[in-house]
Nanobody, 121 residues
Framework: VQLVESGGGLVQPGGSLRLSCVASGFTFGDYAMAWFRQAPAKEREFVAAMTSGGSTNYAPSVKGRSTITRDNAKNTVHLQMNSLNTGNAAVYYC????????????????WGQGTGVTVSA
């Protein structure tokens, strides 16, 4: 199982980034996909999620400025982030959470290694 994030980097305040996460090794359509982030000295926090059926949920801090999408044919999830500010700087992690009612604990969720986002002038 792999979740490989990409698209992070340095961006100026007010700029945009599109993060991507490519999944492999599990049935992508059985999982809700989400983005979390962790800033230095802070706990990991939820950013956005999309179910296999397309329902979305966003953290209040990013709602209206970020869009999560998924391509089930390509086993990929994206996070488009606009109007970035220093508060968005963090390592962004991709998470897959099983939507099955019965699932083995080891298959209930998967995490990627993260991609860093720096917001600076």
């Amino acid at each position: 199982v792999q979740l490989v994030e990409s698209g992070g980097g340095l961006v100026q305040p007010g700029g945009s980034l599109r993060l991507s996460c490519v999944a492999s090794g599990f049935t992508f359509g059985d999982y809700a996909m989400a983005w979390f982030r962790q800033a230095p000295a802070k706990e990991r926090e939820f950013v956005a999620a999309m179910t296999s059926g397309g329902s979305t949920n966003y953290a209040p801090s990013v709602k209206g400025r970020s869009t999560i999408t998924r391509d089930n044919a390509k086993n990929t999830v994206h996070l488009q982030m606009n109007s970035l500010n220093t508060g968005n700087a963090a390592v962004y992690y991709c998470r897959a959470g099983s939507e099955r009612i019965k699932v083995r604990a080891a298959e209930s969720e998967y995490w990627g290694q993260g991609t860093g986002v720096t917001v600076s002038a």
